[in-house]
Structure formats: C-alpha cells, structure tokens
C-alpha cells in the first residue's frame, strides 16, 4: 500500500499512531483529524529546496532530473559474469583487467564498457585434414598433404593426421594480443609437431611412440603461445592417423609383415632354446650324479670285498682246515642252492638207493 493511499484512509505510514493508540487516535482514545495532503507536499517540496535552493520558478525539476540521470548512469556500471564466462573491462577501448564469474562494477559507459566473451569451451582445430563440417562436404574426410606429410628423424617420411583441443584462459590477452586466434594455434601447433617428428623414429611414430610424442606436442604448443601472450590454454593433442604415404603404404606393410615375420621367428626360437637348454642341462646334471653314485657305489663294495677278504685270510691263518671247511660249505650252498638235487650216500654199501623224486610231483600237480 502506498503513502498517499494510507494517508486516505486516515492511517499512519508505519500501521499505528505515534502515540501508541488505535490508527487515527491520539494516543488517549480521541480521533485525530486527518493530515493536510498540501502541507505534506509542502514539506517535501521544502526538502527538495534545501539541496537545490532557489526561489520560486526556478528549475529545480530539471536538478531533480538531471540527479536521476546521474543515478541511472552510475547504477549502468554494474555487470554480471557468468560462470562460464570471463569479463574484459576497457577504458577508452584500451583493455584494463579481467573479473571473474558475478556480480562485478566499473565506470559507466563512454569511459569504461565490459564485454563477457564465453571461456569454457573446448575449442578444436584439425590439422592435415578436413572434417566434413569443416570442408562443407557431405561425406568423408578430406587429406591435406602439405599439412600432414613430415620428414622423421630416421630420413623416413609419416603421413600425420592429428587435432587440438583448446580453451580462452584469459579473455583479455586472447581478445587483444592475437589478431587471428584459430591460426596462431594451428601454426605453433603444426611447428611443434614438426620438430618432435624430426627427432622420432617412423617406428615409434606408428606404434607405441603416440602418447608421448602427443604429450611432447602440447607442452611445445603451450609454450609458444605463451610466448606469444595468447591466452589460450591446450588442453589435449590427439593423434588421428599416422601411416606412411599413400605411395610407398604397400610397400611399407609387406616390410612391417617381413619384420613381424622376424619376431615371431625369433620368438619361437628363443622359447625353443629356453625349453631344450634347460631340460638338456638337466639330463647332463642327471648322468653326472648317476656317474657319482655309481663311483661310491663301487668304490665302497669294493672296500668291502677287500675288508671282508682280509677278515677272512685273518681267520684263515688262525684255523685253516675250519675256514676252508666253512668256505667249501657256503660255495657249495650257493652253487647248489637253484638246482635239483639227488644224494647218494656212498657208504652204504647197498649201491643206488630207489629214488623217489616227490619234489618233482609235487611241482607237477601244483
């Protein structure tokens, strides 16, 4: 509810009296009359005359306007940044500073403008081809040789296709230092690529080497503009294709082959010889210990043929006809021992006793 309309309705701005009672009372339960709508535009149009003094016809609206005005132009200053932006504030067209995502200030126009360019892009430049939104084609991806062909550092030539991601890291230098932005990062970024490849091997370039010569690319690239005072930011070297030229590719495959060839026969080789040398030093190790055991062995039964003999010849000498008694007995058994046997006692007197071979039978019937 407005002031005027309070006033009609015999209410005080602020919902109560002053002296405390009931709206339209005087503190004591008596009404009050209601206020003068003239003395109250009196009074303002005293306050007024105070900062603007002067007498009656002077222009005191046009001093009111003209504060106004001066309100609206200083309150004009104010400027949001959003988060993915970054704001630029210029001075007569001549770049100041930089702010960051909010709600920021700086000297209304003409003195002072800002401009609040999007930084959080990702922005992408390809280099030695064409995409089909760059080239404007409805398919396919078009080659651009003097791009892409590059001498290595083994006299070899690489066909090499690759791409860079970059973002605004500061507007102010992006905007005022750099006059073509797009081509000042595909010139240090093609530099860069042509001295890392002239120290590379095509080997490495086509096999294992990317990562790194991706890497190498993009600290080269970030440190000329840099130099430059680009304010650009490279966040990523991608590499899209790396492969001879188109007039030696079969060529170079059929060697590529010859030497994948190389390495596998080699490899099987190597597992051959790892399978046979061991397991031939293990037959070797084997003879050896079996030489070794079979030594001992004869060396020790024959110290013990000998040490028996000589145990024997001791006793021997001690009771001649009883050892050769007990020799003749233990040779006999032994010989005997696997044989079929018939004794005749040749004392008898009765000549040949009947024999009756039951051993024999007994063999038979079992």
Request: aromatic fraction near 6%; charge should be neutral.
């Amino acid at each position: 509810m407005s002031i005027k309309d309070q006033i009609f309705k015999n209410e005080s701005p602020w919902g109560s009296n002053p002296g405390g009672g009931k709206p339209g009372g005087n503190g004591s339960g008596q009404r009050r009359s209601p206020p003068n709508i003239d003395d109250i535009i009196r009074k303002a149009q005293g306050s007024v005359g105070k900062i603007f003094p002067g007498g009656k016809g002077s222009n005191k609206p046009i001093y009111l306007g003209i504060l106004v005005l001066v309100v609206l132009w200083a309150l004009s200053g104010l400027y949001r940044v959003l988060p993915d932006e970054q704001g630029v504030v210029l001075r007569f067209g001549k770049f100041v500073k930089t702010t960051q995502p909010g709600l920021n200030y700086h000297i209304p126009f003409p003195i002072e403008r800002a401009l609040t360019p999007k930084v959080t892009k990702v922005n992408r430049i390809d280099v030695g081809f064409r995409s089909e939104s760059d080239s404007g084609r409805s398919s396919g991806v078009g080659d651009v040789s003097e791009e892409s062909l590059m001498l290595t550092g083994d006299e070899n030539i690489v066909d090499i296709d690759y791409s860079v991601f970059w973002v605004i890291k500061d507007a102010g230098k992006f905007l005022f230092n750099i006059q073509s932005p797009l081509e000042t990062v595909k010139a240090a970024s093609e530099t860069a690529m042509r001295e890392v490849i002239a120290k590379s091997k095509i080997q490495s370039i086509l096999t294992e080497g990317r990562s790194k010569i991706e890497t190498e690319v993009q600290e080269i690239t970030q440190g000329i503009l840099d130099e430059y005072g680009s304010g650009i930011q490279v966040t990523q070297v991608q590499t899209q294709k790396a492969d001879p030229p188109n007039q030696v590719i079969d060529a170079f495959r059929d060697v590529q082959a010859a030497r994948a060839d190389r390495e596998r026969s080699k490899n099987e080789a190597e597992a051959y010889a790892n399978d046979v040398i061991p397991r031939a030093r293990g037959e070797a190790e084997k003879v050896l210990q079996q030489a070794e055991a079979y030594k001992k062995e004869v060396v020790a039964k024959a110290e013990g043929e000998a040490s028996r003999f000589l145990a024997i010849y001791n006793e021997y000498k001690n009771a001649k006809q009883v050892t050769q008694e007990r020799m003749y007995l233990e040779t006999m058994e032994k010989v005997l021992a696997d044989i079929d046997k018939v004794i005749i006692d040749k004392n008898s007197g009765s000549g040949v006793v009947p024999y009756l071979p039951l051993p024999e039978i007994k063999k038979k019937a079992q």
